[in-house]
């Protein structure tokens, strides 16, 4: 598992008060990354071929219960809470259930903010750390997704469900959650992702830590100058963030990465994958901004590659197990299920002894092809006992003949077999012991290696040199 670089002022920062949390770092440093593209995601936009688009990074940490992933956003509240002034306390919300309601947030935020010394304002930062009862209830909203893409892309929202129409333009709101594994397969599916809804989001399976020794220690105080000086330069006014031109190479690299891995992983995998390159620029642009410079650095876009990396990695073991149809088992026909209780009972079987347990009429029985059915009048006392046998010749019963009858029906010239007592039928389908040894072939010596055969013992060299990444 690949390690990304906790790169700049934020990965210091988290590398600074990871040494007293019982938390993986990575989810830490996910969390502050989301927090601040909504922070900026207002101002600040990323550029590639002349095309702005925000920098809005929407992430899910990924992990059971009791694995860190509450802890980890506490952390990163700690490292941002004093650089962004009062953002993450009048803009953070969660809930978010419906695409109306997700345009009505933003549209209200909007209008109160129209009249500000600022400017209207539709940055928001989505928070569920209990994502798995949100995603319960956007199944009956089809709208949902159709928004949250468009929410992504920041593209304008409409919403027509009001009496007055709610329009908000360059929409700024990330989304942050918390998931398990389990849940992550059972509700985020391969047809939303494929069609963009939730391949959008980063998601980071969270590593398990060593306990402290002594967990009353608080988290370290932070100097926030560095990333209260860059809020303040990324908030200033819009700025759009490029390559610069010694990241192209990279760039090109990261940009085949994409193309080959997707091409390469079967589909229910590659569709979480598909915005690699996206996701990279982006996390590079919030990386930039950070150091308040507009133009992306190598080791900035390296930064950020080993991140969504990782990040890709972590979507390919999540959905690893989706590929596997599942087969459902089918239940047995009620002949089976009668002929398993005569077999059971060595040939013969009273009514007493079959009916209870198939869940069928003695007359529901004596209509099965293949089921002989006689009445023992041999008991001194009570009334006669029905008994159920298995009639020799059972044909429309494929695989369920004894041996004998299989043989004699493929011998030229033969005649089917007579029906027989069930004493003779057991007799005949006995087990006959055979020692080991006759299976057991004759040690043959191993043949000197030859030049060739050495040649042929070489590893093969993969076609594909992404898969090593993975």
């Not at 963009?196 to 105080?221: C, E, H, Q, T, W």
């Not at 090109?252 to 891995?261: G, M, N, P, T």
């Not at 598909?274 to 900035?300: G, H, K, N, W």
Request: charged share 25%; net charge positive.
């Amino acid at each position: 598992m690949s390690t990304p670089v906790l790169y700049g002022p934020i990965g210091r920062a988290v590398r600074k008060i990871t040494p007293s949390l019982e938390v993986d770092a990575l989810g830490v440093y996910v969390a502050v990354l989301s927090m601040w593209s909504a922070a900026i995601g207002g101002t600040v936009k990323v550029s590639s071929r002349g095309h702005a688009r925000p920098v809005l990074l929407w992430s899910a940490l990924v992990a059971g219960t009791g694995r860190g992933k509450g802890t980890a956003l506490r952390a990163a509240l700690h490292v941002l809470d004093k650089p962004l002034g009062r953002f993450l306390a009048t803009h953070t919300t969660s809930g978010i259930t419906s695409g109306a309601s997700l345009v009505h947030h933003l549209w209200e935020q909007q209008e109160a903010t129209a009249e500000t010394e600022q400017g209207r304002d539709v940055r928001a930062l989505v928070v569920e750390e209990e994502w798995t009862e949100v995603l319960k209830r956007v199944k009956r909203d089809p709208s949902f997704t159709t928004k949250l893409r468009a929410a992504w892309d920041g593209a304008t929202l409409r919403n027509t469900t009001k009496e007055e129409a709610q329009e908000v333009r360059d929409p700024a709101m990330v989304l942050h959650s918390h998931i398990t594994p389990s849940d992550w397969a059972k509700y985020v599916g391969e047809s939303e992702a494929a069609g963009g809804s939730y391949n959008r989001i980063l998601p980071f399976l969270l590593a398990s830590v060593p306990m402290l020794d002594d967990d009353r220690i608080s988290l370290p105080k932070l100097d926030s100058l560095e990333l209260s000086n860059a809020y303040a330069w990324a908030t200033a006014r819009p700025r759009v963030i490029t390559l610069s031109e010694g990241t192209r190479p990279l760039w090109r690299i990261v940009r085949r990465y994409a193309r080959i891995l997707g091409e390469t992983l079967p589909e229910a995998q590659a569709v979480f994958i598909e915005r690699t390159a996206e996701q990279t620029l982006r996390v590079a642009a919030c990386l930039a901004a950070a150091e308040c410079s507009e133009t992306i650095t190598d080791d900035m876009l390296f930064a950020a590659f080993t991140l969504v990396r990782r990040s890709v990695q972590d979507a390919v073991r999540i959905t690893r197990g989706a590929t596997t149809p599942k087969t459902k088992r089918q239940p047995p026909s009620l002949a089976d299920k009668v002929r398993d209780r005569i077999e059971m009972h060595g040939g013969r079987a009273t009514s007493s002894q079959v009916l209870p347990f198939v869940g069928a009429t003695a007359a529901e029985v004596k209509a099965l092809p293949g089921i002989v059915v006689t009445v023992d009048r041999t008991g001194k006392t009570g009334r006669p006992a029905t008994v159920f046998t298995l009639r020799g010749d059972s044909s429309g019963h494929s695989g369920r003949q004894p041996a004998s009858a299989d043989r004699d029906r493929n011998r030229p010239g033969s005649r089917h077999p007579e029906p027989q007592p069930a004493s003779a039928e057991r007799e005949e389908n006995s087990a006959t012991v055979l020692h080991l040894d006759a299976y057991r072939p004759a040690p043959v010596p191993a043949p000197e290696p030859t030049w060739d055969s050495v040649k042929r013992l070489e590893p093969l060299v993969s076609t594909n040199p992404f898969l090593a990444l993975l």
